[in-house]
């Protein structure tokens, strides 16, 4: 089954960085729809980064411009990292990131567990 594995959240001071990833298996990687999510407790989740299937365009939300970058190592098989660099981190940003993965042709969305990312001095 398709399994999505976070890790790189932790503490970290304003203006600094953090690279989370996440590890995928269980789906023909380079033919999803990979993305990044973020919640704050007592709000929806928002997208922060998308990586598209196949030719692998990227989008971002407003916030991230500039600061944030998504990236993907895609590996044979049925594996496959993602990636989100983020830097000059604020304490807004402080929130759980989620990896997502969408089938291009199915739409489901699979989701990890989370990874929590503290932006405090």
């Known amino acids: 089954q398709v399994q999505l594995v976070e890790s790189g959240g932790g503490v970290v001071q304003p203006g600094g960085s953090l690279r989370l990833s996440c590890a995928a298996s269980g789906l023909h990687f380079g033919s999803f729809v990979m993305m990044w999510y973020r919640q704050v407790p007592g709000q929806e989740r928002e997208l922060v980064a998308r990586s598209g299937a196949f030719d692998h365009g990227t989008n971002y939300a407003e916030f991230a411009k500039g600061r944030f970058t998504i990236s993907r190592d895609d590996a044979k098989g049925t594996k496959g990292t993602l990636y989100l660099q983020m830097n000059t981190l604020k304490p807004d940003d402080t929130a759980v990131y989620y990896c997502?993965?969408?089938?291009?042709?199915?739409?489901?969305?699979?989701w990890g567990k989370g990874t929590r990312v503290t932006v405090s001095q």
């Open positions: 997502c993965a969408e089938g291009y042709f199915s739409g489901i969305k699979y």
